[in-house]
């Protein structure tokens, strides 16, 4: 039994290690560096299970909205979960032909929207949901249509909804932010790393500041 508890309690060691670990090595990073979005993303390959492993203040957005800090931020370990899930055709009326991408030509795709739930360890949870068209890529009525595009590629305008509009940033942080809204914006990086954040520019057409933000990392299975 004296063995078996041994046992259970390295495991938890090593598994807090390699948590600290994560949140230690991202902290050292360039911060520019591990926020470039990948445009090349596709939502298919957010799905899953991600923890928050540490938050950001960019100098730009520091200056602009007067907070006293900014760089990359420490977490509480383990303190809030995103799960993402990639629905099919969820507003379509035909799931056969899929969803109508274009009215005046009548032309359907088959797209894909974001629906994804942020939990906080005192289950405090907030929904985060973006619809297929929320995604720049879409480009109705173009002329030279293709059947095989993506419309679900790159970083997308989210919506995130819960009983705090700054989805508990002070909490996790520390760091008070006024005058601001709420996440807006939701990416992976070319880092692998899946950002949640805010920011004054259109992330989904173009890259910009990324102002204020959560960074998450993969859950592996087991």
Not at 34 to 45: A, F, I, K, P
Not at 83 to 106: C, F, H, R
Request: net charge negative; hydrophobic share 40%.
């Amino acid at each position: 039994m004296k063995k078996i508890l041994s046992l259970v309690m390295a495991l938890a060691m090593v598994l807090g290690c390699f948590a600290m670990a994560e949140t230690t090595s991202i902290l050292d990073a360039d911060m520019d560096e591990l926020l470039v979005l990948d445009r090349e993303s596709s939502l298919n390959d957010w799905e899953g299970e991600w923890v928050l492993v540490a938050a950001y203040i960019t100098a730009d957005f520091a200056e602009e909205y007067d907070v006293e800090q900014s760089g990359l931020l420490a977490v509480p370990e383990n303190a809030a979960t995103l799960t993402i899930t990639a629905l099919k055709d969820a507003t379509a009326n035909d799931k056969e032909l899929g969803t109508m991408v274009d009215v005046a030509s009548y032309i359907h795709d088959h797209t894909y929207d974001l629906s994804g739930e942020l939990t906080f360890s005192d289950e405090d949870s907030y929904t985060v949901k973006s619809a297929w068209d929320e995604w720049a890529n879409n480009v109705i009525a173009k002329v030279d249509y293709d059947p095989e595009a993506s419309y679900n590629r790159g970083p997308a305008k989210t919506h995130v909804k819960g009983d705090d509009d700054t989805v508990r940033f002070a909490d996790m942080t520390g760091v008070e932010i006024e005058d601001t809204e709420t996440m807006k914006y939701i990416g992976m990086t070319t880092s692998g790393y899946l950002v949640l954040c805010y920011s004054d520019d259109n992330l989904a057409k173009k890259d910009g500041d990324m102002g204020v933000g959560y960074i998450f990392a993969r859950v592996e299975a087991e």
